[in-house]
């Protein structure tokens, strides 16, 4: 005997809901049949007091000392439930789960694959740790929605069949995701910051030319271990619309026209590409006019005397962008191609300049100082030891006897950058202040890589084969792009998100007659997030059982 729901579905308006007492037996086939004792009608129309006091007359002629363990009531299992619930409603609301249906069509697979993937992309969200103990969590410790006894069957090696899967289905779902991302969430997609990330291997050789692990420019300084490299395109929102995968000692500025190239073919009505001064090539310049792209980069003056000191002699006050912030403009026509230059001025980045060239210059003179007191191969070694540091060697100058010095005119030099930074494009008519606030929403895409790196564990990757790598990746990229919705729509970040939604757990309720699903009551702060995210509110009875 058990309380169970009915949803009466209509054509025009909300459904409606009936409350009823139950009872099922089994006939003489030994198949359950369900009788209704009483209903109660609809849940909206309940008198809560009348039941109220039934339950109470009904508890009268129970044991007053008799345990709720006495009556046959037993909590058996518990999981945690509000997380793959959020995850699992924003992974529908993207249509992913009817993608890999249909992409799943003509293979037969004898584990449900689809359900497999998400259950790494929420392991990944949730509680990133290896695929063995994804295999663990799924079931065990996480109720993955749509999976019999919450995903317990999951094997590993079902786990890397999906994996191997979702790399062979990538090409169509990026394209599947952009378009959901620029139509059902309606994610502006009119300017697309650009920017690439190193993900180590802690592994003592590399992998032979052509393969993915290999050494390159290492981004956490670490040259000594092999990577790959990472890109990412994402949105003014931070949403992630299109990733790449590169061996890892491909160069940045080599991958901008394959990038964009692939952006094209996603057939947006127009684009402001964004990107760092590694992206800046006079290549990649052309490439982009050609294809009449509009482009916003941070431009390396340094490598151009002319340009930096003609930069750096602008006249004019700066126009004031937001607090701190300023800008000059200038036009440079060369070859009958007109650029406009952005000489940006922070005042907090200008005092954070000076202060680490200070204690810089506090060192370097500590050093000199000792170099002194060297003789012969010591004071040859540390010589050259100053000369092949960059933060030293730009400021030192070797006077005639070969002794090494602080050169006042290179400090000043270097002063006179302090918070400054130029940008270079080819849009000549936004406004100047629009261009540079959007520039500065490229930490975005470095936010993501940091996000990627320390909240969904993107490293170190314990997998050998490119496939796998690869699948890796694509995994946590879906994770991401889940989380960014979850946290535009919430206005909070992902811990905060993630501690909240896990303290709604889901619980098997056993007698001796039924077991039933049952989630915990929702308190207003976790109703108002799965409001905010427009989540539906997880059932409070999920499945009855008939022992």
Known sequence: MYLREVVSTRKRGPDTRYLQLVEG????????????????????????????????????????????????????????FGGTHLLDSLWRELRLDEFFSHALEARSFAQPVERAIFALVAHRALAPASKLACSRWAGASAWIPGLEGGGAELDVQHLYRAMDFLHGAMPELQEHLYFQVTDLLSADVSVLFYDTTSVSFYLDEADPEGELRRHGHS???????????????????????????????????????????????LRPRRFLFVGDRGMVSQA???????????????CPIRNDPALEAHMLSLRGRYSPVCEGLGVKETRITDGGRTLR????????????????????????????????????????RDKHSLLSTPGYARYLVQDADGKLRIDPARVAAAARHDGKYVLMTNELDLPSEELVLGYRDLWRAERAFRSMKSILDLEPVQHRTPERITSHVHVCVLAYLLVRVAESRARIGWEAIREQVERITLSELTTGRASVLQTKSLTSAERDLLNCCRVPLPPKTLQVTPA
Do not use: M
């Open 219 to 265: 981004k956490k300084k670490r040259p000594d271990l092999p990577q790959i490299v990472v890109g990412l395109a994402i949105n003014r929102d931070g949403i992630p619309v299109r990733h790449w995968i590169y061996p890892g000692n491909r160069i940045d500025v080599t991958t901008v026209e394959e990038v964009t190239r692939d952006l094209l073919g």
């Open 25 to 80: 037996e089994r006939d003489a086939q030994g198949r359950v049949q369900t009788r209704i004792l009483h209903s109660f009608g609809r849940t909206d129309q309940l008198d809560i007091e009348q039941i109220r006091r039934l339950v109470e007359q009904l508890s009268r002629y129970l044991d007053p000392a008799a345990s709720p363990a006495a009556s046959g009531l037993e909590v058996t299992r518990t999981w945690t």
């Open 284 to 298: 990649n310049l052309d490439f982009l006019e050609s294809r009449r792209l509009g482009y916003l980069l941070g």
């Open 341 to 380: 230059y952005l000489l940006c001025r922070s005042e907090a980045r200008a005092e954070h300049d000076a202060r680490t060239r200070a204690t810089v210059l506090e060192r370097l003179k500590a050093k000199l100082a000792k170099q002194k007191k060297g003789k012969g191969a010591d004071e040859t």
